[in-house]
């Protein structure tokens, strides 16, 4: 009997696994760069962790189950709070800030389409222990960097502040768990439940509308900020959040970083950020366009650690990938099999196992296994693709192999010793 893999899971096939690795090399090496270093946290966490702040979002859609002790355990759905948990655990006292990254699956119980699926893979980072706007514009700066790293050129990125709501809502005398519901029910975009919960917190009209208001103000940044001061008039400290808005925008420019668009219709699905938040956007891909979203938000103390000023992002790593794909972006296959190595008959089994051995202390290469005729194993290396055979017949007693190019068809006797600086030409010419 067979057996078909979950809903919404995948599996990936040789070249497509080397083309995930080597898009993830290159995200690493891009954190790396900015002083990151790697995390990694379980696969499954304590349900608690997960619904203490994730956001009612991403609860409705976990996985999570009792195991034999039971527990109640949940099989992460990102990876910031388990993040901050290990912060909590185990890093509190070192020295500031700490940057870490990461890469790993995640799990959401949500109906499968394309660009979202029930086990995906995010690459983050979370900059713990400063509030300064360098310190928040760096982790944008990051994302830019590695977009650009990758080649993904139709991306927009939006920047907004959720602090400038929650002020306007605090205000009005609501606390930060209707907040959270209320900045959920924005990120979902519906209109309809947003005016009916406005409503539902009997807030006066004037401050419904200014609400609305800013959730409209999109664009430029000077056209934004113009509109955002004429709507907020009167109203210090929230026109004081906007100042300090505007020097992470400062800052962000001076990275270099000057693309970006403002919109503080912005709320971000998880309940825990504070101020600055992202989002970017491929709109090639559809429905599913958002490749990134991250912020600034406090969690520690909510995991029993003291308050710690933290900005992070999570990459869609799936959908950079469809991404880069719809861009038509040729990625390498790095796994590539450059050499095969074909014995001319079964006594010469063990001089081709030795050959395949010296070939392989530098280069991808497959021995011929099948004990098959020299015909049907050429007719294989042709069919995958292999540029170059290394055929090993007598001529290897008298230290000599027979080099075949497929594609010229062509093929030349070469000395054993000089196999190395041989092949090493034909690889600096096959990159
Ligand atoms: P969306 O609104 O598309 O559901 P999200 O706001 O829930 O995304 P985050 O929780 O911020 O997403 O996760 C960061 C990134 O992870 C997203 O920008 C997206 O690219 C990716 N992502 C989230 N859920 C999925 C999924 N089910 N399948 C594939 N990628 C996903
Ligand atoms: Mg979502």
């Known amino acids: 009997m067979k057996y078909s893999k979950p809903r919404g899971t995948r599996d990936f096939l040789p070249g497509e696994m080397a083309a995930r690795r080597y898009v993830e090399q290159m995200i690493r090496r891009v954190f790396i760069r900015f002083g990151y270093k790697e995390i990694a946290t379980p696969t499954f966490e304590h349900l608690e962790l997960i619904t203490a702040k994730s956001g009612e979002d991403i609860v409705a ?3 999570h189950f009792k195991d034999k002790g039971g527990r109640d355990l949940a099989l992460r759905p990102e990876l910031t709070a388990p993040v901050m948990r290990l912060y909590v655990n185990e890093l509190q006292n070192s020295p500031k800030p700490l940057r870490l990254y990461y890469f790993g699956n995640c799990f959401r119980y949500e109906r499968p389409q394309a660009g979202r699926y029930r086990e995906f893979f995010q690459a983050g980072v979370e900059l713990i222990g400063s509030s300064s706007p360098e310190a928040q514009a760096e982790v944008i700066a ?4 590695v977009l650009e790293e990758l080649g993904i050129r139709e991306y927009e990125l939006h920047i907004g502040n959720i602090g400038i709501l929650r002020k306007i809502l605090a205000e009005n005398g609501i606390g930060e768990e209707v907040q959270a519901h209320i900045m959920g029910v924005i990120d979902k975009g519906d209109e309809a439940q947003l005016e009916e919960e406005l409503n539902r917190l009997e807030l006066p009209e004037e401050e419904k509308e200014v609400i609305l208001g800013v959730l409209e103000l999109k664009g430029r940044r000077g056209e934004v900020v113009e509109r955002a001061e004429a709507l907020l008039a009167g109203r210090e400290s929230v026109l004081k959040e906007l100042r300090s808005f505007e020097e992470i925008l400062d800052a962000l420019e001076s990275f270099g970083v000057k693309n970006y668009h403002l919109n503080l219709g912005i709320a971000r699905g998880l309940d825990y950020y504070t101020g600055m938040v992202f989002e970017v956007y491929a709109y090639k891909l559809g429905a599913e366009k958002q490749i990134c979203g991250g912020g600034s938000y406090s969690l520690a103390e909510v995991f029993g650690g003291k308050p710690v000023a933290t900005s992070g992002f999570a990459f869609g790593f799936d959908r950079l990938l469809l991404a880069l794909e719809k861009e038509g972006v040729k990625l390498p296959d790095t796994e590539r099999t450059l050499f095969m190595v074909i014995p001319m008959g079964r006594e010469l089994v063990p001089y081709a196992i030795e050959v395949a051995s010296l ?22 290396a042709d069919a995958k693709g292999i540029p170059y055979v290394i055929l090993v017949g007598e001529e290897i007693k008298e230290g000599k192999v027979l080099l075949k190019d497929m594609r010229a068809k062509e093929q030349r006797e070469v000395n054993v010793e000089e196999l190395e600086s041989v092949l090493a030409a034909i690889a600096k010419g096959n990159p």
Do not use: D, F, T
């Open 142 to 145: 990051l994302v830019n960097a």
């Open 359 to 380: 070939v392989r202390r530098s280069y991808v290469c497959e021995l011929e296994v099948m004990r098959r005729k020299v015909k049907k194993a050429l007719a294989y």
């Open 61 to 63: 859609h976990l996985y």
